[in-house]
């Protein structure tokens, strides 16, 4: 099992950036892959970001690419999600996520908001 704690959300100007992380416990998160989803009020959770668990491959949501950089440090036991010139429609609460095995776990969720 391993447990994941988001922070790093806060309000931001469009235009601004922001940087996510997601601290995750456990002796065996190195072989974790690991993605960002977000979820707005009244809205479906999606898809933003994903890394590969060597960190040499990453996926992104077309909105987001070359803007977000998601990033790995395995030492630390910490996923990144670097997002530039962040819009309105960025608002949204960011969830960790983290999976082996076909098994999933979830952090509780930063929330990023950005004002116009």
């Known amino acids: 099992q391993v447990q994941l704690v988001e922070s790093g959300g806060g309000l931001v100007q469009a235009g601004g950036s922001l940087r996510l992380s997601c601290a995750a416990s456990g002796r065996t998160f190195s072989r974790y892959s690991v993605g960002w989803f977000r979820q707005a009020p009244g809205k479906d959770r999606e898809f933003v970001a994903a890394?590969?668990?060597?960190?040499?491959?990453?996926y992104y949501l077309d909105s987001v690419e070359g803007r977000f950089t998601i990033s790995r440090d395995n030492a630390e036991n910490t996923v990144y999600l670097e997002m530039n010139s962040l819009k309105p429609e960025d608002t949204a609460v960011y969830y960790c996520?983290?999976?082996?095995?076909?098994?999933?776990?979830w952090g509780k969720g930063t929330l990023v908001t950005v004002s116009s």
């Open positions: 996520n983290g999976a082996i095995n076909g098994v999933d776990y």
């Open positions: 890394i590969s668990v060597s960190g040499s491959s990453t």
